[in-house]
């Protein structure tokens, strides 16, 4: 007796495809799913005038795939973290030697919003500016620490030109301008 040799094929089934345009990417073809079989064209066409409704600056800003695993953004870093916790913060009372929740001085708001990212920093401003490495005024980055007020204030340069610091009695937690003739020195904390 023979046997019959079977190969486990199976007939090829039919899929229909949705030819997309991302708009600044280009055209891609999406399967579509069974139940939508007919209208395969039209809803390429209702997803394309959709994505191009995406204004084009967004676009811009996708992350890049990572190896084809997808779409990965970085881990926040300390500094960006930190950065992050004292913006809830604005608008908390200024009080002087507080350190938070609710109200702050200037080194106590920096001081809590580290300790938000898992890094412990000494309490006063003069502390606060021996830590981590130094950084020029024109290479600061969100989150480094800025000292001025010749030593006696600190604050969390926030980017663009601005620090966001608590800064005296009867001021909430805020975002000042920050020149260069006002910093004494600036700390990235690594």
């Not at 708009?23 to 959709?50: H, M, R, S, Y």
């Not at 676009?59 to 084809?68: D, H, K, M, S």
């Not at 970085?74 to 507080?98: C, F, H, I, N, Q």
Request: net charge negative; proline share 8%.
């Amino acid at each position: 007796m023979g046997a019959i040799a079977t190969t486990g094929a199976m007939p090829a089934i039919q899929a229909q495809a949705a030819t997309i345009n991302v708009p600044g990417i280009g055209d891609f073809d999406v399967p579509v799913p069974q139940e939508f079989e007919g209208q395969a064209q039209d809803l390429g066409k209702q997803l394309g005038q959709a994505l191009s409704s995406v204004p084009q600056a967004s676009i811009g800003t996708l992350p890049a795939p990572n190896t084809g695993l997808g779409f990965f953004e970085a881990a926040p870093t300390p500094a960006e973290k930190a950065l992050d916790a004292a913006r809830t913060k604005v608008g908390a009372a200024y009080s002087w030697g507080a350190s938070g929740p609710y109200n702050f001085d200037c080194s106590g708001l920096v001081q809590w919003a580290y300790k938000q990212a898992g890094i412990e920093l000494p309490r006063t401003s003069f502390e606060q500016s021996h830590v981590g490495a130094p950084v020029a005024f024109q290479n600061l980055e969100p989150g480094d620490i800025v000292i001025t007020n010749g030593g006696g204030h600190v604050g969390i340069y926030a980017g663009d030109g601005k620090l966001l610091n608590a800064v005296q009695s009867g001021t909430p937690v805020s975002y000042t301008q920050l020149k260069p003739d006002q910093v004494v020195t600036a700390r990235r904390v690594v």
